[in-house]
Every structure is written in C-alpha cells, then in structure tokens.
C-alpha cells in the first residue's frame, strides 16, 4: 500500500510559477511508475506528465509542454511538478499518482488556481 500526500498548490497570477511536491509513504516508490494528472471543474481527469521508475522517459500533455518538469528524487520517496508560465487553463485540482502492475493509488489532489 501506498500512501501519497500533494502539497504546494495555491491561487497565483497567469505568468507565475508553482511547485507541487508528492510524498509517499507506506512503501518505496522507486519501482513505481509516477505521474502528475489534473481535472478541471466539468472536465474529466487528465494525465499532465508521468515518469518511469528509471527517470528515463517522460512524458507531458503537448499544453504543457516547455512549461512544467517532472522530476521523481527516489531516496526521498517524492515527486515533484515545476510549473511556469502557468496560464489561466491550468486551474485544476492536480493528483499524484503511482502505478505498478495493475495497482495504481492516488492522492487527494491540491488545488491550483490562475488568475488572469
């Protein structure tokens, strides 16, 4: 079992920048599979940008692209989400979550919210 925990969002201004942290606990995450996914009110979930437990691949929705940098710090059991340029489209509650096999778990999301 895993247990994941998102932090940093909050209300900013369109050109400014976040930084969303997951911790994990409950189990190392460094076999996992991490992505970050977010959903905007009326919208379905959305995948953002995932990594594999190699750092190797990358992945990012083409809209945010450029803009935001997945990064995983396996020793400290964390996943992080940079996020500049951040645009009014980007408001949503973002999720971590963690993948192995046919086992996913999810955090309860923090809430991001650009201002025009």
């Known amino acids: 079992q895993v247990q994941l925990e998102e932090s940093g969002g909050g209300l900013v201004q369109a050109g400014d920048s976040l930084r969303l942290s997951c911790a994990a606990s409950?189990?190392?995450?460094?076999?996992?599979?991490m992505g970050w996914y977010r959903q905007a009110p009326g919208k379905e979930r959305e995948p953002v940008a995932t990594?594999?437990?190699?750092?190797?691949?990358?992945y990012y929705q083409d809209s945010v692209k450029g803009r935001f940098t997945i990064s995983r710090d396996n020793a400290k059991n964390t996943v992080h989400l940079q996020m500049n340029s951040l645009k009014p489209e980007d408001t949503a509650i973002y999720y971590c979550?963690?993948?192995?096999?046919?086992?996913?778990?999810w955090g309860q999301g923090t809430q991001v919210t650009v201002s025009s």
């Open positions: 990594i594999t437990p190699s750092d190797k691949e990358v």
């Open positions: 409950g189990r190392s995450i460094s076999g996992y599979h």
């Open positions: 979550k963690a993948s192995y096999w046919t086992y996913n778990y």
